[in-house]
């Protein structure tokens, strides 16, 4: 049996990027002004809490921090304000900008060399919106953090159905994503599914492992190379030899 989750397709090994937290933050509409409401709270950036807590740290979310300081998840702080030159004005689900993403995202990487994507936070139960038409993914990885793709319908056996440039992967089930595209191909090592060009997975990394490995996208057989079978997981397989790589 194969189980892919976020982590596996996308995030092997990079999954600690995602910051869960012991405790919930205090709640955003605390010590709102008099003519302010619960309910109007976040609909209402003069009403806002000024302080970073994890509920207020989305794309559309409202001030929370002093000036020129935007409220973010951060691995080694957990909530923290950041000044606006750690953010950037570029296009979630596209490259970073020196290491920077839009104010609610996250810059990911797998491998030095391969390309660097903003990816959106979200929260599936309490905050599933999405830029850009995009869809809020749950991750086993945290309780409190979620991420967006946009699904595009573009094929990953095939690897068509994208602008120059960029590679065809598979979200969940049969859904799938153009992103920019690694340039990892079939068994090559790899952190993350972007490490892989278009049309391929990154396996799990497993315990006492450093990387996985670059699967590729199938519907039958004849696309897998020599000794490999076509695995179905859903609408599409996995090319997988005679010791399947979850």
Known sequence: MFVFS???????????????????????CN????????????EKPECAWQECNPDIVYYDSPPSCDQDQQCVYSEADGVTCLADFFFSEGNFYGLCDQNRCPHGGVCIQGMVGSPAICVPYCNVYSHSRCPDGGTCYNTDDSALVDV??????CDPVKNRGCDSGMGCYMIFNSETSCLPA?????????????????????????????????????????????????????????????????
């Not at 995602?18 to 955003?28: H, L």
């Open 182 to 246: 690694g340039p990892q191909l079939a068994n090559d090592r790899c952190k993350i599914a972007w490490d892989c060009a278009g049309g391929h997975v990154c396996s799990e990394i497993v315990a006492g492992e450093t990387y996985g490995k670059c699967i590729k996208v199938c519907e039958d057989i004849a696309q897998c190379g020599m000794n490999e079978t076509c695995v179905p997981i859903g609408v599409y397989g996995l090319c997988q030899g005679p010791i399947p790589v979850k």
């Open 148 to 153: 967006c793709f946009r699904s595009d319908g």
């Open 31 to 42: 010590m709102l002004p008099p003519d302010c409401s619960v309910e109007s709270c976040l």
């Open 6 to 28: 976020l982590c596996a397709l996308f995030f092997s090994g990079a999954c600690s990027l995602m910051v869960s937290f012991d405790e919930p933050g205090e709640p955003a």
